[in-house]
């Protein structure tokens, strides 16, 4: 575990303050007509800390995210389904805990071992299951065997294009912030799930219409962000 410096405090003290102001605004907690109530990019500063300072920053951070979804549930609701959701502390906490070190493990995994085949399979797999599992619900499809095949091309399609985005230099950083966004989404949705605050036919929607979109972001802007902060830190010797 490489040793943290006062610069590294510095940003995640940043990137923490960045979670709290955000979290009352329409930018962090973004509306959307879901039981959820809100899609969120909270997450992301939580992931770029973890790749920048390690798990233990980044749970740190991910802790404060939780911090400010408990607070909102309790003094500014989306709706009465997300306040029931957030001011359950396991599910207000524990989903965004983890997501820091989850992210941050899957970077240093790929980064030395560069499994994108899995991912990607993963990846196809899940958008498989899930475009299947959200046609049934709104009737499009008849549930059964030919219903969940006609959504093979949909999987291969991801885990294509998944293959391609992590084939360059990035390949790392992506693979961690889609590990930290789906961290993110499946512990919230799994834990509401299992409360039965949630059937799991909505938590799927939710994790296609909400889970999905946020992971392409988390992607994307988490890998600028590294590539900024990360050549900054390595001009002056602060970083791996």
């Given at each position: 575990m490489k040793k943290l410096s006062m610069r590294h405090y510095v940003l995640a003290g940043v990137l923490g303050a960045l979670i709290a102001a955000l979290g009352f605004t329409p930018i962090g907690m973004i509306p959307v007509p879901t039981p959820?109530?809100?899609?969120?990019?909270?997450?992301?500063?939580?992931?770029?800390?973890?790749?920048?300072e390690g798990p233990k920053m980044g749970g740190l951070v991910g802790f404060l995210f939780g911090a400010v979804s408990f607070w909102r549930a309790i003094v500014a609701p989306s709706n009465p389904v997300a306040q029931v959701m957030f001011t359950d502390p396991f599910t207000a906490f524990l989903p965004r805990m983890l997501i820091g070190p989850v992210a941050y493990w899957v970077f240093n995994f790929t980064r030395r071992q560069k499994p994108r085949w899995m991912v990607a399979a993963a990846c196809g797999l899940l958008t498989w299951d899930l475009s299947y599992r959200v046609a049934v619900q709104y009737e499009a499809v008849q549930p059964g065997p030919e219903g969940y095949l006609f959504f093979v091309p949909f999987g291969i399609a991801a885990g294509y294009l998944v293959m391609r985005a992590l084939s360059g230099d990035g390949a790392p950083v992506i693979a961690g912030a889609l590990a930290g966004s789906l961290t993110n989404t499946v512990g919230v949705l799994g834990l509401?799930?299992?409360?039965?605050i949630l059937p799991l036919s909505a938590s799927a929607v939710i994790a296609v219409v909400q889970g999905l979109p946020e992971a392409a972001v988390s992607c994307l802007v988490a890998l600028l962000l590294y590539r900024a902060l990360s050549g900054r830190y390595a001009e002056k010797g602060e970083i791996d």
């Open positions: 959820a109530g809100a899609a969120t990019i909270l997450h992301i500063p939580v992931i770029v800390v973890a790749l920048l509401v799930t299992l409360r039965g």
